[in-house]
């Protein structure tokens, strides 16, 4: 039986994105008939296995919280990369490949131990561009010796790298033109919606009518609340549409869901609804319990990260309006697949009268979230990644 082992910080039980695809992947590779080990961060809880069709789990010793703070996300990748770079030196046999997702960025150091220390071979999946995702975020600073110690890091990562694996052609561009000598190295392998999601009509979903979305437009965000995500842009649309019968829902958490708390408290905003993060097994209702969605990124961080949410969005049949700079991979797609609307970064005005417009056009919006829902049949299944996963590792 061939073996693959991935290290990964979130993994099962965690409901971030990257943990929910992680898992996704080491099932699937599992039930082909792959042996499958995973090392992560993520911590069980009372209610979790620690076998998923036979996913051979491992976890890091962490006494830190789980928490949005800067602090301790650092903190708890410390602990998970010294609890990984044990596991890789001395109990993974340097004949099996190893899959590295970028979480935290810097683990690719734990490839590069492995390839120089044991002869090993790994594969990189780069979520982000790191450290200009880092740059983006406010967390560190360009030109800084941590920028530079990074970059370094990051160049022997690629180089020692069998693969490196991003999520969008736009990522592939940046990093061929940062690296030109790892160009024949990279290879695209998009993401998929981690629920194969059946189509609830909004007025029959009981989601919705738990939470009384029924009787109103409703525009739904779900998933990371981070810091390149342009949460602020949003806040102000539902400030100019407070009044109308339309319902801004937050299902997630993160850096920027303190920007939603401070604008429903200082404008006293009715019309915004946060949520925590859903259960795995609620999300068909979730994601199908609003008229349309909303994925958001900062200007320029189109070619840093790739929101994982989209790929949910289509599944679920409804039309999306994005916030993102001109001519961006997410604009491309919705433009020419005809299921959304893209709309400027920092442009609330602009944001809100393009809902304010699909709401006034209730057959159009019909339409437009039955064209996305094919293009997820035809392009984002989950079949179709691990098709490609499967013909890269092994």
């Not at 993520?42 to 209610?47: E, F, K, L, Y």
């Not at 690629?158 to 991003?166: L, S, T």
């Not at 303190?258 to 905003?269: N, R």
């Not at 299944?381 to 996963?389: C, M, V």
Request: aromatic share 12%; glycine share 6%.
């Amino acid at each position: 039986m061939k073996e693959i082992t991935i290290i990964t910080q979130y993994f099962y039980p965690n409901l971030t994105s990257t943990a929910q695809l992680m898992t996704d992947l080491a099932k699937g590779l599992s039930q082909r008939g792959y042996s499958v080990k995973i090392f992560t961060g993520s911590q069980a809880n009372g209610t979790c296995h620690e076998s998923l069709s036979q996913v051979n789990i491992n976890r890091a010793f962490c006494p830190v919280k789980s928490s949005t703070s800067i602090f301790n996300k650092i903190s708890s990748s410390a602990f998970f990369i010294l609890g990984a770079f044990i596991y890789v030196i001395f109990r993974l046999p340097r004949n099996t490949p190893l899959l590295i997702a970028s979480n935290p960025p810097y683990a690719g150091i734990l490839g590069i131990c492995f390839k120089l220390f044991r002869g090993g071979e790994y594969y990189f999946l780069q979520q982000d561009i790191f450290p200009e995702s880092a740059v983006m975020s406010g967390i560190i600073h360009s030109p800084s010796i941590l920028f530079s110690f990074f970059n370094y890091l990051i160049k022997l990562t690629f180089k020692y790298a069998e693969k490196i694996i991003v999520l969008t052609t736009s990522m592939q561009s940046f990093l061929g033109q940062k690296y030109p000598n790892i160009q024949q190295k990279i290879k695209v392998i998009e993401n998929w919606a981690i629920e194969d999601i059946p189509l609830y009509d909004k007025k029959d979903n009981e989601f919705a009518k738990q939470y009384n979305l029924n009787d109103v437009f409703t525009v739904l965000y779900s998933g990371n609340i981070g810091r390149l995500h342009d949460i602020e842009t949003i806040a102000e649309s539902a400030k100019i549409l407070k009044g109308t019968p339309i319902k801004f829902v937050f299902i997630g958490d993160g850096a920027k869901i303190k920007v939603l708390k401070q604008a429903i408290q200082t404008y006293q905003l009715n019309n915004i609804l946060l949520l925590p993060f859903q259960p795995r097994e609620i999300l068909p209702l979730s994601l199908t319990a609003c008229d349309v969605s909303l994925v958001s990124m900062i200007p320029g961080a189109e070619y840093i990260v790739a929101p994982s949410k989209l790929y949910g969005m289509l599944a679920a049949g409804r039309a999306i309006i994005s916030i993102s700079s001109a001519n961006s991979y997410i604009e491309q797609i919705l433009t020419t697949y005809d299921c959304g609307v893209n709309s400027p970064p920092n442009n609330p005005q602009s944001l809100a009268d393009i809902i304010r417009k699909f709401a006034s056009e209730p057959l159009k919006v019909k339409t437009i979230g039955e064209n996305a829902r094919q293009l997820y049949e035809n392009k984002y299944r989950f079949e179709r990644a691990l098709d490609e996963y499967e013909k890269l590792l092994f």
